[in-house]
């Protein structure tokens, strides 16, 4: 196989996740865009955290509110909890590195806030700790992962919305995950700004 050929495999195999996911998130996209939009409009913030790639994924969801997504509007409240190195360290070094999000959320979360959490497998053990925490703060999560959703899913309250891409590959569980918070951040400007 050269490589033109491997490139246009992954192409191939992207679109395919794409379009086999497409009809069953769409729906919950929707329905959290509107959850978050609501938890804004009643004064709350968008709490987010990831790993990784997911870590990078979440500070790009975070600017995009804060900043703009394609048109301009005021920002709006959200904070990505890997952003801040000093803390992330200090509770991973005099605790333990599952607790880093959890003592955030504990911390900064509040009933009318929501937590979005992103993780690809949906076993990361500080994005579970981070779940508990959410919850009993009395907060509502949305979570992105992909396989089976993992721990995740088995936590999850019935309030909670799961947002799963139900593949294996991580490469492309991210590229949909990007996606979602794209048309997550769409539907948020649609709903605050109208327009097409």
Sequence with gaps: MDLIDRAGGHFRESIATLQMVMDELSPAVA??????????????????????????????????????FEKERPGLAAIVLSSDGPSLTAVGNDYEFDLIFSKQVRALGHHNDLLLVISCTGNSANIIEAIYAAHERGMNVIALTGNDGGQVAEILAPEDLHLNVPVTRAARVQEVHLLLLHALCDAIDYMLLGGE
């Design 31 to 68: 329905v959290a865009a509107e959850r978050l939009v609501a938890s804004l409009m009643n004064e709350g913030k968008i709490l987010v955290c990831g790993n990784g790639g997911s870590a990078a994924d979440a500070h790009h969801f975070a600017t995009m509110m804060l900043g703009h």
